[in-house]
């Protein structure tokens, strides 16, 4: 069974500070990463995607990823109460489709 | 900003009924998927399709689950007899050739 995990949370961090969320996933063959957003009673919102090991920014988000110790990590600068919702981890391998893990709630309080 | 569309919003049906949900992909995208989640549960695969055809399905999608692209813009998920245990959001997803998929915003199916 191809796994996703993530820490379920809360992560609760003060408006401004740094947020950093984690995810590992099992199949060494998974070769697509993604961070989905995701409101309640809403669906997924891509946030980032990454391929090569290593880090990748844009605007208040990196995201990193580290296959030899299959790991995806995203971090979240300057976090504002608006950020504030549940953050999805997802792989594809060579076939198509999302494998979700279970997502990371994030409070951001003012 | 062209988007992923489905309807209806919100389903209530009655346990062994027969629902259709309906998706319009983004129009040039060629790969289709639904995913469900039960309130509370992951995000979960159901079917990918493509060329017209099943391309992958999960242990979820049994006999009673059906996917269709009738037309050049519509795709729907069948589930011919509603158990309560299939009420969950109903998410359509699609994607052009990367791996990015962008998904609709849902159709909430409750099953009484």
């Known amino acids: 069974q191809k796994e996703v995990e993530q820490n379920s949370g809360p992560l609760s961090v003060p408006e401004g500070a740094i947020a950093s969320l984690n995810c590992t996933y099992s199949?060494?063959?998974?070769?697509?990463f993604f961070w989905y957003r995701q409101y309640s009673g809403k669906s997924p919102e891509l946030i980032m995607f990454?391929?090569?090991?290593g880090d990748k920014e844009d605007g208040r988000f990196t995201a990193q990823l580290n296959k030899a110790s299959q790991y995806v990590s995203l971090l979240i600068r300057d976090s504002q109460p608006s950020d504030s919702a549940t953050y999805l981890c997802?792989?594809?391998?060579?076939?198509?489709?999302?494998?979700f893990g279970t997502g990371t709630r994030l409070l951001v309080s003012p | 900003e062209p988007e992923v569309t489905q309807t209806p919003s919100h389903q209530v049906t009655q346990m062994g009924q027969e629902v259709i949900l309906r998706c319009v992909p983004i129009?040039?995208?060629?790969?289709f998927y639904w995913y469900r989640q039960i309130l509370g549960q992951k995000v979960e695969f159901l079917v990918s399709?493509?060329?017209?055809?099943?391309?992958?399905k999960s242990e979820i999608f049994d006999d009673q689950f059906s996917v269709e692209r009738p037309d050049g813009s519509n795709f729907t998920l069948k589930i011919r007899s509603t158990k309560l245990e299939d009420s969950a959001m109903y998410f359509c997803?699609?994607?052009?050739?990367?791996?990015?998929?962008?998904f609709g915003a849902g159709t909430r199916l409750s099953v009484l």
């Open positions: 399709f493509y060329n017209n055809e099943i391309s992958e």
């Open positions: 129009s040039n995208h060629l790969y």
């Open positions: 997803a699609s994607k052009l050739a990367l791996d990015i998929q962008y």
């Open positions: 199949d060494r063959g998974s070769q697509s």
């Open positions: 990454i391929y090569s090991n």
């Open positions: 997802a792989v594809t391998t060579g076939f198509q489709k999302l494998v």
